[in-house]
């Protein structure tokens, strides 16, 4: 089990990429409201306007430390238990 991206994928990727130009003109796949690359504390703090929504519909979610880590280590886990492979695991972070 080889994880990849299809081709499909990478030429969405490779499109959003020349659309999404910073204003330095450098492609950056996520930019914020000023057209700039965002930054760690722009994820932050996107991740806890989201986390607020999300309590509303489900309330245990206020216990839980929700943190940009803890996404990219859930997610890392879910791969690792998919694939046994932590070769995986690696390339995919």
């Known amino acids: 089990n080889r994880m990849s991206l299809t081709d499909t994928c990478v030429a969405l990727l490779e499109n959003w990429m020349t659309v999404r130009r910073s204003r330095e003109g450098v492609a950056r796949l996520f930019l914020n409201r000023n057209g700039k690359a965002i930054t760690r504390s722009g994820v932050d703090y996107l991740l806890k306007k989201y986390v607020k929504i999300a309590i509303k519909r489900c309330p245990s979610i206020g216990r839980k430390n929700v943190t940009p880590h803890t996404l990219r280590h859930s997610c890392a886990m879910r791969i690792?238990?998919?694939?046994?492979?932590?070769?995986?695991v690696a390339r995919f972070l």
């Open 80 to 88: 690792l238990h998919e694939h046994h492979d932590p070769a995986q």
